[in-house]
């Protein structure tokens, strides 16, 4: 039984947020519950549905910073259905919105004017997985995980931790009303305690307070820094003569040179429906490139544009993942809690999927939460770590361990050569492990020691720019709350951003959020447009000096995906 009750924060519990201008020392409500879930993603709701699976006397509370389950989730997707099965294995039967089979599979080297077909890596196989909108599924899962008497809060964002005695016991939700200077407005309602044996952090890549306990337990110590990439992504409509459903092409080669990791997605799927995305490799060393103009650019090339002819863009999103893999998994537990799906970093890269790990994840969260309840253990729910290790997740991510670093090694071509003979030869067991040298900030060159790169404006039929591009994503933010992308040093960005690297942000921002304009001393100065942010994360991650910092804005706040994305 849930209950509510009033509490002084002050009093009773030591708080770390995400968000510095959450106010302190007031009075807030404060219910409790047996789990509280962070994020209502496909990893957080299936450990909220598993959790209920296991006890129905269960409280499992799930906050999602979202409008509404889905609003925030955004990928290709192709989903390998074995998580799903082992979860629910009658979905087929309640309606899981899994309605395009794959049925073939192209993958393609680019030239600037041609192309050629590679033989698709055994990874790449997609027989037997479906053609999905992510979104759509996910609000499919909300409603399964409801049906079981799970409590799930959208709009509301979790912006605190809850520490006693050394142990997360919560989260506190984002304080609404709050104006530009930091102080309640009118209609200020703070945010609320909820309280919690156990915190399953399921925020997805980059989660804002899954970083603060990284550095709050030291979880990150003994791996290999997080490698992310940044994944933009389109849905089109075409005509339906056009339309291959169950056709999935990835491309690899142009418009990246040979020493930048990247490629493209086409999914051919619904009614009519075209997924059409972008990634790039946050490792990339020249500041003048801009992931979402090389995107556009793809477009038109000869090998691509047929795909689109007679078509119209109807939604837009981008989104950071982790690339890192095996190497990159930090510890995964901490005194009242621990993380799953993105946040830990389960993406499988050489398939290109991350939805099937990460429910996984969540299943197995729950199991180990079950366990600490059975066992009367209120400390770390510590047998998670050992399952995730006997599970397939830890079985796949080991034997693609040394695909995505090959890359960074060896270059494109050097990388796929290498992957082939890891992937072939050694079936994934090489008697080695590479490993990801240094974090993505920190690959940048100076602007001046590398070629500009000029892209071509966009012609508003086929190629776009980002304020259009982010019109389509439904993106919303109250206007008077404090912004909530901060520059730790102000002073910094002329230093260091502008005069080094020409303001890299301006370009990797898909959103639009970072300009540059001229100060009224004539000096370039930095413009920050946080209601364009689509949450994507990637300047949290690229930053040179770490200096930008991505708080959670009031919940309800970001993009507002439709269904097909």
């Known amino acids: 039984m849930v209950r509510a009750e009033r509490t002084s924060m002050s009093q009773h519990n030591e708080v770390f947020c995400s968000d510095p201008d959450m106010l302190e020392g007031i009075e807030r409500e404060s219910m409790d519950f047996d789990v509280v879930i962070v994020g209502a993603g496909p990893a957080g709701l299936s450990a909220a549905i598993r959790l209920k699976q296991l006890s129905s006397d269960l409280t499992v509370c799930v906050v999602e910073k979202g409008s509404e389950v889905g609003a925030h989730i955004l990928s290709g997707a192709v989903i390998e259905p074995r998580a799903l099965d082992e979860l629910i294995p009658d979905w087929r039967e309640k309606g899981a919105p899994l309605h395009t089979a794959a049925s073939e599979d192209r993958m393609m080297y680019l030239t600037?004017?041609?192309?050629?077909?590679?033989?698709?890596p055994p990874q790449m196989h997609n027989e037997g997985n479906y053609i999905v909108s992510l979104g759509n599924f996910v609000r499919w899962l909300g409603e399964q995980a409801e049906a079981l008497g799970v409590e799930i809060y959208p709009g509301f964002a979790a912006a605190g931790l809850i520490e006693e005695e050394g142990r997360i016991a919560g989260v506190i939700t984002g304080d609404m009303g709050v104006g530009r200077d930091g102080q309640p407005g009118p209609n200020f309602q703070p945010g609320m305690e909820l309280r919690a044996t156990y915190t399953i952090f399921a925020e997805g890549c980059r989660g804002s307070l899954s970083k603060k306990l990284m550095q709050r337990f030291n979880l990150r110590e003994g791996v290999d820094p997080q490698t992310y990439g940044i994944g933009i992504k389109e849905l089109w409509e075409i005509p339906k003569e056009n339309h291959r459903p169950g056709l999935i092409v990835h491309t690899m080669g142009w418009p990246m040179d040979s020493a930048t990791y990247g490629g493209s997605f086409l999914y051919h799927f619904g009614d009519n429906l075209v997924s059409y995305g972008f990634v790039v490799g946050l490792d990339y060393a020249n500041p003048w490139l801009s992931p979402f103009d090389e995107m556009q650019r793809l477009k038109a090339h000869p090998k691509m544009r047929a795909h689109f002819e007679g078509g119209r863009r109807i939604a837009y999103g981008a989104r950071a993942l982790s690339e890192g893999g095996l190497q990159s998994i930090p510890k995964l537990t901490f005194p009242g809690g621990l993380l799953v799906g993105d946040a830990a970093g389960f993406l499988n890269v050489p398939?290109?999927?991350?939805?099937?790990?990460?429910?996984?994840?969540?299943?197995?969260?729950?199991?180990?939460?079950?366990?600490?309840?059975?066992a009367d253990r209120v400390a770390e729910p510590v047998s998670y770590t050992g399952k995730i290790r006997e599970s397939w997740v830890w079985e796949e991510l080991s034997a693609s361990r040394n695909i995505r670093p090959s890359f960074s090694r060896f270059g494109n071509i050097g990388g796929f050569l290498y992957s082939a003979v890891d992937t072939v030869l050694f079936k994934g067991r090489a008697p080695w492990t590479l490993h990801h040298p240094h974090p993505d900030h920190k690959t940048l060159r100076p602007a001046e020691q590398v070629q500009k790169i000029d892209y071509p404006k966009p012609d508003g039929v086929l190629t776009f720019d980002r304020l259009s591009s982010v019109y389509l994503?439904?993106?919303?933010?109250?206007?008077q709350q404090p912004v909530h992308l901060r520059l730790r040093d102000p002073g910094l960005w002329k230093s260091l951003n502008w005069d080094i690297f020409r303001a890299p942000e301006s370009r990797y921002c898909p959103a639009g959020v970072y300009e540059v304009e001229e100060a009224e001393d004539g000096q370039p100065a930095l413009r920050i447009n946080a209601q364009n942010c689509v949450h994507c994360k990637t300047c949290d991650i690229k930053d040179p000096d770490q200096n930008i910092d991505w708080a959670v804005p009031e919940g309800g706040g970001g993009p507002n995906y439709p269904g097909g994305m």
């Open 473 to 479: 994503s439904g993106t919303n933010h109250e206007e």
């Open 112 to 120: 600037e004017t041609g192309g050629f077909r590679l033989p698709t």
């Open 351 to 374: 398939k290109i999927k991350g939805t099937h790990t990460a429910m996984k994840s969540g299943v197995l969260a729950a199991e180990a939460i079950a366990d600490a309840f059975i």
